[in-house]
């Protein structure tokens, strides 16, 4: 019963990876819709969101049906509740990338990006904090999910910083046109933002799962543990 079990464990692991890997691919075409105003590449990340959903569902269903037939203790329950939370977070960076999708879905062909690197460059990092977040998850490696979940500071910096440039560019421009542009940048880097504080959820749950601690990496000012 043991190597069955086991068995089971290790299926629900690759599964939270393959959707960890959905999620991760869905903002790279998200982001990549945004800059080249792809509308046929938002629309995939679109629809591709329901499959992110099925996705959730199936590994909860999964983890319910393992909960109450093999009644698990210690770690072992612990990683089943922890994948519970995690996939959560992760369905909800999935709406992000959708979110994201969406904005790209109304670009004109020719939006204002020059000078907004902050954006991109919010991408990258985000979209590297969940691939890391991933590979400690399979490596059991408590220190790479520290790692990702710090680069989250990198984010917030970026995103004030760019948020500062779009209401000084604002404030110096009569174009309605650049008002909008500047104004769906601002919401694209809330939904990287996000995006962000989910990958950080899930590097603590990582850490959960292999400490028994529950370790708030990154709180918000004037947060408690």
């Avoid at 037939?69 to 996939?87: E, F, H, K, T």
């Avoid at 959708?98 to 990258?124: C, F, S, T, V, Y």
């Avoid at 590979?135 to 790479?144: G, N, P, S, W």
Wanted: hydrophobic content about 45%; some cysteine; aromatic content about 6%.
């Amino acid at each position: 019963m043991r190597t069955h079990f086991d068995k089971q464990l290790s299926d629900m692991q690759d599964e939270i990876l393959r959707m960890g890997s959905m999620v991760e691919e869905s903002l790279r075409m998200a982001l990549g819709a945004l800059a080249q105003s792809d509308h046929e590449t938002a629309q995939r990340v679109h629809d591709f969101d329901a499959t992110i959903n099925a996705q959730r569902f199936a590994i909860e269903d999964f983890c319910v049906q393992l909960i109450a037939r093999q009644q698990p203790i210690a770690r072992d329950l612990r990683s089943i509740v922890a994948v519970m939370n995690m996939i959560v977070d992760l369905e909800r960076m999935g709406d992000q990338a959708k979110g994201i999708a969406n904005i790209a879905l109304g670009l004109g062909p020719h939006p204002e990006w020059e000078g907004l690197d902050e954006l991109w460059q919010m991408g990258d990092i985000v979209i590297a904090m969940l691939d890391q977040c991933m590979k400690a998850y399979a490596a059991h490696d408590i220190k790479m999910a520290r790692e990702a979940a710090l680069r989250d500071n990198e984010v917030d910096e970026l995103y004030l910083r760019l948020r500062r440039k779009v209401v000084q560019r604002c404030a110096e421009t009569d174009n309605p046109a650049l008002v909008q542009s500047y104004f769906d940048v601002m919401r694209a880097t809330g939904y990287l933002e996000r995006y962000g504080d989910q990958a950080t959820n899930v590097a603590e749950r990582v850490i959960y799962i292999f400490t028994g601690a529950v370790d708030e990496i990154n709180p918000e000012p004037g947060e408690t543990l």
